[in-house]
């Protein structure tokens, strides 16, 4: 929050404050002087009646069964008290006398004249609705008592009080309130404000300069206020968290360093462990390569020795030395595939044709002993195969996939005929928090071996995990495919066939096409 902000907040906290106490205070001296006021009203009332006795004594002193008084005198004192109406009814009965233009009240003022006389006391009601000073309020007030006379009750009288007055009264002293209300409140706002201001603001401020201009040079950058107050507590705790914060900066660089260092050993020692798995699968294709290499080899001698005889003629030297060509190039072709596999990688992602891939792949392993006894079927259903990987990569682990699947297959004792099946097809990926749907391509490497307990179906992709006798295996074929395919932002999983064997799953992120955005990118 700004300065400008905080001042401005602070000014309409103290105008809502005082306002809403000076209201308050208002509302209750309202009531209080407004039942003080009903209260004089009331004992005006009860004044009045006992006036209005003294004067009716004489009248009703007479024996006469019609006593005549002079109402001039009544209605000026109804005139001067304020009274809207007066009734007088002697102790039978009888109505002496009712003066006053307030006819309406006249039934009501009568029962509860009558209702004095039968009890012996005064009564008090309140008649009409009419608008006070902050709510509606009694319009009138009727007041009732009985009088006496040598102490015998000779009769009673009630008057009608008119309201309208006493509210007027209340008015007049509100306008004279919101008068001072308003120099009052520009006053003690101001006096508030300028406080707060000195003792909050300021020292606040002070605190944000500071701030604003740390540097980590600064050992005890915050300046300790003159008073003992919260700020100079505040200003201890600031200095204390600012060298905390130097000291724990020092700790988390060194460990930053610290961890790229043992980030850049692991990056090494995993190409290291990538690269002798990768050696480890040359080394065994080679001794197959071997093999099929004598072959040729031997033909070719063959034909060398056919070309050394004199009888045969020129036509039957161009047929042998075309054959030993041909043999010389497939031994050529097998060592070359060979050594593109065993070449050093750079690790450099690009656009790649799995399905291309594949093929190549299956030309490699065609003339390798381990594949001898297998049926090695290719399903490229997937109508669109270009993901974005390395490509040595790829195919070092579609390779320890073959690898593990023959093996799996020779390691039992009686089998119909070994198969194994890459299958490739569009699927599409689920949702997630992180990523959206879209297209994806799905490799499967699918055998017909003795398949693996399902206990451990979680556990294979552990390193140095495997299920081969000891000597065979390092297991750390499927623990490298798994940091591969993760890193080409795919997933790889393992289940068993419900037929027979296992099903070694890869899911990876499509190329996106040309039309839909730029070449090379991923789905996201």
């Known amino acids: ?67 005549d008084f002079d109402s001039t005198g009544i209605w000026l004192m109804m005139n001067r008290a304020g009274v809207s109406a007066v009734m007088a009814v002697e102790q039978s009965g009888r109505m002496i006398a009712f003066e006053g233009y307030d006819q309406q009240n006249a039934n009501l003022l009568k029962v509860m004249v009558q209702r004095s006389i039968e009890t012996g006391k005064p009564n008090i009601d309140f008649q009409g609705a009419a608008w006070g000073v902050l709510w509606k309020g009694s319009k009138n007030i009727l007041v009732s008592s009985p009088f006496s006379f040598n102490g015998q009750a000779i009769g009673a009288a009630g008057v009608v009080l008119p309201l309208e007055d006493m509210y007027r009264i209340q008015l007049k002293g509100q306008k004279i309130f ?140 161009k047929d042998f030395i075309r054959r030993a060509e041909g043999e010389v190039n497939r031994i050529n072709t097998i060592i070359r595939q060979l050594l593109d ?50 490509k040595d990569q790829l195919r070092q682990v579609l390779l320890n996939l073959l690898i593990n699947a023959s093996d799996a297959i020779a390691s039992q004792d009686s089998i ?49 995990y495997t299920t081969k006798d000891p000597g065979k295996g390092t297991g750390l074929g499927l623990s490298i495919c798994f940091t591969i395919i993760e890193g080409f932002g795919g997933r790889i999983t393992a289940e068993n066939n419900p037929d027979r064997g296992t099903i070694i799953s890869i899911y990876l992120p499509l190329m996106k096409s040309s039309n839909e955005c730029e070449p090379g990118k991923l789905y996201e």
């Open 178 to 317: 919101y008068v001072y209300f308003l120099i009052n409140l520009v006053i003690l706002t101001y006096l508030g404000f300028y406080r707060l201001h000195k003792v909050l603001v300021r020292p606040l401020l002070r605190l944000v300069s500071r701030t604003e201009s740390f540097s980590d040079e600064d050992e005890f950058y915050f300046g300790l206020e003159k008073d003992g107050n919260e700020f100079n507590k505040l200003s201890k705790s600031l200095n204390q968290m600012l060298s905390r914060i130097n000291r724990d900066k020092e700790q988390l660089q060194a460990t930053i360093i610290s961890l790229e260092e043992a980030n850049r050993d692991l990056k090494k020692a995993q190409k290291e462990t990538i690269r002798a798995e990768k050696l480890a699968s040359v080394g065994r294709l080679s001794a197959g390569i071997a093999h099929e290499i004598g072959n040729p080899i031997g033909i070719v001698l063959g034909y060398f020795d056919l070309l050394k005889q004199k009888k045969i003629g020129d036509e039957q030297k």
């Open 416 to 464: 119909d005929g070994g198969k194994v099946t890459i299958k490739t097809e569009n699927v599409s990926r689920p949702k997630t928090a992180k990523r959206g749907g879209g297209e994806q391509l799905k490799i499967s490497v699918i055998d017909n071996g003795p398949g693996i307990e399902q206990d451990k179906l979680s556990d294979i992709f552990d390193p140095f």
């Open 341 to 390: 596999f065993s070449r050093h990688s750079d690790e450099a992602l690009g656009p790649l044709s799995v399905h291309k891939l594949i093929d190549d792949l299956q030309k490699l392993v065609a003339v390798q002993p381990l594949m001898a006894d297998i049926d090695l079927k290719l399903l490229l259903a997937a109508e669109h195969d270009e993901i974005i990987a390395d």
């Open 1 to 67: 929050m700004s300065a400008r902000g905080l001042k401005t907040n602070i000014l309409i906290d103290l105008v809502l404050l005082l306002s809403a106490s000076m209201l308050m205070i208002n509302i209750v001296m309202v009531n209080v002087a407004g039942k003080d006021l009903l209260r004089a009203e009331i004992d005006k009332g009860f004044i009045f009646i006992e006036a209005l006795a003294i004067n009716l004594r004489p009248v009703l002193s007479r024996s006469d069964t019609t006593p």
